[in-house]
């Protein structure tokens, strides 16, 4: 197993004995309430650890197809595009099996007895989105410029946007909500979403679904482009 799978798991281990320190009730849907409206600073840390693991998986994922491996995938595929449908496979893979391996470890390290599925279901769904999109921009910036850039936009985008969504939240200023994608992912904001922005679940999938093929096209016409050798 290589360094950064350990390293994502160790993240994913530590955010749910976190969690589940943090709460009280011992429910799956605690995993995706996120960060409440008074910006917590041990909810922001797990919900920055819980991001950090992935982002740091992805890292330097782009750059090492775009110089190096890339070629060999140019020669088998034919087409440079190949190399980008790869690049985002085994990410967006690697995403979801790590939520899942998530869920695992919290149910280890939790002593759950009750869970409500319908709404574990619907956060999960939105938290899996809310990831592939992040990690399209993670990747888009990483073709771009290179993986260290990307990393700090990344993590600084997901930070402002917890932080500030909290803020206009209370301040009553709704709209930004819609730019400010980690707040799609935590059950602490998307009543927000529902309430005040005329929203729901169902086109709030579509809105992140919709913006990860836009970032998707536009990577790959980027890398039609750019030279990867």
Known sequence: M??????TLLMSVFYCILINSLYHISDLSVLYKGVNLENNIMLLLAQFLSFASITFYVFGEAEKYINGYGKYVLVRRKKRTAIL??????NFLAAIVFEIIKIVIYIVVSSMDKTDFSSFVIMLVLSILTNLLLISVQILIEILFNSKIALIVAMAYFIISCTVGGVIIKEKLYAPLLILIPNYSMSYRTEYFISELNLNYLSMNVILITVIIGFVFTGKMIL???DIF
């Open 85 to 90: 449908n790869k690049i985002y496979a085994e």
């Open 2 to 7: 290589s360094i950064k799978k350990i390293c």
């Open 224 to 226: 039609k482009r750019k």
